[in-house]
């Protein structure tokens, strides 16, 4: 029992340091786009592009799929939403292609306004 006091004082140091720690970090704009790099988490270019063929093709399959009649003879329904994997598919290949010209070195950066 007389080991409870030194627990909660343990569990206690961690989150004081939180909390100090969280009202000195500057959370203005140019903080967070500047933030530290993490090693291992970015896309190179080959990755990418790789990638963006990838997702472009599956948004030209999935949309010629989607784009079949519906075969009224069989039994089953389609069960596979080929229009919405086609949405979904061709955001991430735009989301990619901006990615690639950020990497090949397309500046999106906005003038600073004083």
């Excluded at 990418?48 to 003879?73: E, H, K, N, Y």
């Amino acid at each position: 029992m007389e080991d409870a006091p030194k627990r909660i004082a343990f569990l206690a140091k961690p989150a004081l340091a939180y909390r100090l720690s969280t009202k000195k970090r500057n959370t203005s704009c140019a903080s967070i786009v500047n933030r530290p790099h993490m090693p291992g988490m970015e896309l190179s270019l080959p990755l990418t592009l790789t990638l963006l063929t990838l997702f472009a093709a599956l948004t030209v399959a999935s949309g010629w799929l989607g784009a079949q009649p519906p075969d009224l003879r069989k039994e089953n329904p389609r069960l596979i939403p080929w229009r919405f994997i086609m949405l979904l598919t061709a955001t991430v290949t735009i989301f990619l292609i901006i990615h690639a010209l950020t990497v090949l070195g397309l500046k999106t950066e906005t003038q600073a306004r004083y």
